[in-house]
């Protein structure tokens, strides 16, 4: 008997996704995040923000990769999970069945040489999907290919993929983290709940080379309008038990961008009123589409009630803290000990970089688990003369979870919203408080960070910042003023 073409080296695939997922997590790239049981890295978990400038703007799109055992001699099967329970498709290329149909996949027939190759890997799936995620989607639709944006089908489909990315991907995410309860629009359908299609286990008569113009859903509801969305639930079907290893990084994500979603709200709320059906694309079918209606008032009402949570998610980890005082944990002795040494260490003079200072102090003297600084900013730079108060929040599972961070301070800043306070900062060394509060102050002192749309915390200050020259003028004279008036608040 001749010997097989090749054999799996299940050791070597291992070998090859280990490394390849530590070199996403270690990366700077904010769009992509992957996280693994330590018993399987072959099934892993990955999240991509949607890209600014699209209908996908800052939405949360996971996905479940599964490695096959002769990876990368074979690619990886992959599943969106975030589909509005088996209903909507976000876009041409990703089905509501969780298909993703990719030619280096093997899920759609591409030209010559866009198939799969050992040399691709993880993070080229990633961005291969993310490239999907455009200002005009319908550009991807095979026969659509010359329908610009300014075409009113193509607009009228990136509108309602905005919509949706903004409801399924953001909110209703948000909601089953916080376990907030959804507010209903005046024009509410009840939600119909459904036995969806498994993830990762598509109907039987959708196979990885099928026709992606083909149904992949018979038994349709008529008339469907919104649905429960539950990415966990779906993934859980996958691994019974409960794992959700973006939680956090969501939380702190849309405290980010919370003042993007509202200025979209703003922006696309004049355009559709409120209960206007979405339109049907020409090439959506069956089940495989977006139905629903624009409900932008609802949509802002719930994003104020994932704010509020995140809020009161600080007093309650305060409160959690205090208990772990009384326990004398080793976390409260931990951030206890911590605390003296860099009130001492920022007290000294010449310790932070280019003359600021940063003082420390607790709140309640007793509990270590709220911090505050006070940031003085160094001279002859565009925060000389300026005071700003910053409040610390440390989570009683730290490090699993970060610290919320909020700038109480108003401050006109590109990584500061100016509506929550929240900061975009990186630590070097996440499960260090040490280096949480110097990525903090390094991110409030950068006079010319490098350019982040996905930590654009301020839309507004960061378009002036990475805008013209004029632009450049125009923020730092506005900082500089927020400076000038700290002292006053």
């Known amino acids: 008997m001749a010997p097989p073409s090749h054999t799996a080296n299940t050791a070597g695939a291992i070998k090859r996704i280990a490394k390849e997922i530590a070199h996403i997590q270690n990366g700077s790239d904010l769009s992509l995040a992957v996280a693994c049981r330590d018993d399987d890295v072959r099934q892993l978990h990955a999240l991509i923000v949607g890209p600014p400038e699209t209908p996908y703007e800052f939405g949360f799109f996971e996905f479940i990769f599964k490695f096959p055992r002769d990876y990368p001699i074979k690619s990886p099967h992959v599943t969106c999970i975030t589909t509005n329970s088996g209903r909507t498709r976000f876009g041409p290329n990703i089905y509501n069945t969780g298909k993703v149909c990719l030619s280096i996949l093997g899920t759609w027939h591409g030209e010559k040489g866009e198939e799969w190759s050992s040399a691709q890997g993880l993070e080229s799936v990633l961005l291969s999907i993310q490239s999907l995620m455009s200002s005009n989607p319908m550009e991807n639709e095979p026969g659509f290919e010359d329908f610009k944006l300014v075409h009113p089908e193509a607009k009228a489909y990136a509108w309602k993929i905005q919509h949706e990315t903004l409801r399924i991907s953001v909110i209703e ?9 959804a507010k209903q629009p005046k024009t509410w359908t009840p939600v119909i709940k459904r036995k969806e299609t498994t993830a990762g286990s598509p109907s039987s008569k959708d196979d990885d080379n099928d026709d992606p113009n083909e ?31 973006f939680a956090d990084l969501l939380c702190r994500r849309f405290l980010w961008y919370y003042d993007s979603y509202i200025a979209a709200i703003d922006k696309a709320s004049p355009r559709q009123k409120d209960g206007t059906a979405f339109p049907t694309a020409s090439f959506e079918y069956g089940g495989n589409g977006m139905p629903g209606a624009y409900a932008y008032e ?6 104020d009630d994932i704010r509020a949570a995140l809020s009161a998610e600080c007093t309650a980890w305060t409160t959690a803290g205090a208990a772990q005082v009384a326990a004398q944990t080793q976390l409260a002795t931990q951030l206890a000990f911590q605390f003296t040494q860099l009130q001492h260490h920022y007290s000294q003079p010449g310790s932070s970089s280019g003359g600021a200072r940063l003082d420390l102090s607790l709140p309640d003297k007793t509990n270590p688990f709220a911090w505050r600084l006070t940031l003085f900013g160094a001279p002859s730079t565009n925060l000389d003369a300026g005071v700003f ?4 929040t440390i989570p009683p599972n730290f490090p699993a979870a970060w610290p919320r961070v909020y700038v109480e301070t108003p401050i006109f800043h590109a990584r500061v919203s100016a509506t929550t306070g929240a900061l975009a900062y990186f630590p070097a060394k996440p499960d260090e408080i040490a280096s949480h509060v110097a990525a903090i102050m390094g991110a409030i002192e950068d006079a010319e960070p490098k350019f982040e749309p996905r930590a654009a915390v301020n839309p507004e200050a960061a378009a002036l910042l990475w805008g013209d020259e004029g632009g450049r003028k125009i923020y730092r004279r506005r900082l500089r003023r927020s400076a000038q008036e700290s002292s006053e608040f």
């Open 173 to 181: 995410r948000m909601e089953k983290i916080l376990k907030i309860e």
């Open 215 to 245: 149904d992949d859903i018979d038994d349709l509801d008529e008339n469907p309008d919104l649905y429960e969305y539950d990415a966990m639930a779906t993934y859980n079907r996958l691994n019974p038990a409960p794992w959700d290893p």
């Open 389 to 392: 108060n910053i409040a610390l």
């Open 298 to 303: 609802n949509l802002r009402l719930r994003l």
